[in-house]
């Protein structure tokens, strides 16, 4: 999946990323921050996984993109996940690329 925050031609500083999930799943989140739809170009990061039921990132400084990409893996067959959402904080920077 995919979240460009409502304005997918801007480019924006991404600061923080909340995911919601049942309480007790283990699903595997990896995310990457990219201009294109190109899927050889992405660079996964590790999340932790949805254990508690939220999954908190702090972007590191400075990551900039018009799209986040989200990558959720089942890791458990006895606690399957349920995704809730997600919101996310980022800052608005324009149509610089």
Not at 18 to 33: K, L, T, Y
Not at 59 to 85: H, Q, V
Request: glycine letters at 6%; one cysteine or more.
């Amino acid at each position: 999946m995919f979240y460009h925050g409502g304005q997918p031609y801007n480019d924006k500083k991404w600061k923080k990323l909340w995911m919601f999930f049942n309480p007790g799943c283990q699903a595997s989140i990896q995310v990457s921050c990219e201009n294109t739809f190109n899927k050889d170009n992405k660079n996964w990061i590790n999340l932790d996984d949805a254990t508690s039921g939220v999954v908190e990132y702090n972007f590191p400084p400075n990551t900039r993109s018009k799209l986040l990409f989200i990558k959720i893996s089942e890791s458990s067959t006895n606690t399957p996940f349920t995704f809730y959402g997600l919101t996310c904080d980022f800052d608005i920077e324009g149509q610089n690329r």
